[in-house]
């Protein structure tokens, strides 16, 4: 009897932890202590359309959600989310742009203003993703404060990530440059690759100046015949058919249309009869003008302008060549 009774309240206790113990919450999924942005700090040109990758998750369970709680400046500590959250008058294209869009009524007919905020943040994910609004944004460093969240539960994220706002830069190339002796190849001595700068005055007018000059400083006339497009080939007038070119003693002065999101707008350009892509353009000094004997040089090179405003100035050293 005895026995029995020992039997029963070892039963009882059993019952009474299965019963506790089918009680517990389990808990679900993973939020990782170690989330991070593996592009830190992430670089921005003013002006110039960016996304990031998304948020490095650990591990951890998906959807993860991220959400923006501030953006200060690195400097000072205040808030700049005024200047990266508020939206921004923008010109977008409206329709895919092609070379047959070649005067300014054409051009203009594919464009629209849109208001457009500097920064968001991808609510799954976390990507930072900036616009071309970001020329209102201050060059700086800046960071930011984030909530993230899944299924697990949220953490907040001091400085998750610095962003870096820099100087707009502009795609900017040259080829190697040739030089032949009575126009043939079998003939040709090879430069130096010509030295490509530019610069840009933002407050100028939708101007982009070209002018070559050699090692020492001398400039080539355009005016004068002393710098030529080649023929067949595409030339910068190919790129910015919309306004006639000014030729001056120091330069070719090209007109383009203002407040475009990226300058040249189209590509492939047409050619002769054909296309030529990737924004090259190509030009000849002739041989009267080369203080080398019997040398006529050649050079191409191709620039593309994100965001186009305002002046710039491109200078082309002939390298290895000298002005007669």
């Not at 050649?298 to 082309?316: D, E, M, Q, S, W």
């Amino acid at each position: 009897m005895k026995s029995n009774k020992i039997l029963l309240r070892l039963l009882a206790v059993i019952i009474v932890i299965g019963v506790n113990g089918g009680c517990e919450k389990q808990e679900t999924g993973f939020l990782s202590d170690n989330l991070y942005y593996l592009e830190n700090p992430f670089a921005v040109a003013q002006g110039v359309t960016t996304v990031s990758a998304s948020m490095v998750a650990d591990g951890s369970t998906a959807p993860l959600k991220v959400s923006l709680l501030s953006v200060r400046d690195k400097k000072n500590g205040k808030s700049a989310d005024s200047v990266f959250l508020k939206p921004q008058q923008l010109t977008v294209f409206s329709g895919n742009v092609t070379y047959n869009d070649s005067t300014p009524e054409t051009l203009k007919a594919k464009l629209k203003d849109s208001m457009v905020a500097p920064f968001s943040l991808n609510p799954i994910g976390g990507r930072l993703q900036f616009t071309g609004t970001t020329t209102f944004v201050p060059q700086g460093s800046y960071t930011m404060d984030v909530e993230v969240s899944n299924v697990r539960g949220m953490k907040k994220i001091t400085e998750a990530c610095d962003i870096n706002i820099l100087p707009t830069e502009f795609f900017v190339q040259t080829g190697t440059s040739y030089s032949y002796l009575n126009d043939t190849i079998s003939q040709a001595r090879v430069y130096f690759t010509p030295e490509l700068t530019a610069k840009r005055d933002a407050s100028g007018p939708p101007v982009i100046t070209i002018k070559w000059v050699d090692e020492n400083g001398n400039v080539f006339s355009p005016a004068k015949g002393e710098v030529q497009a080649r023929a067949g080939l595409a030339s910068f007038t190919n790129w910015d058919p919309y306004y006639d070119v000014k030729l001056t003693d120091t330069a070719f002065v090209f007109p383009y249309p203002d407040k475009v999101p990226v300058f040249p707008v189209f590509n492939p350009a047409a050619i002769g009869g054909g296309v030529q892509a990737d924004y090259w353009c190509y030009y000849r000094i002739p041989a009267a003008n080369i203080a080398e004997p019997g040398q006529e040089y050649r050079l191409a090179f191709a620039f593309k302008l994100p965001n186009a405003v305002g002046t710039y100035n491109v200078t082309i050293k002939t390298v290895g060549a000298h002005r007669r």
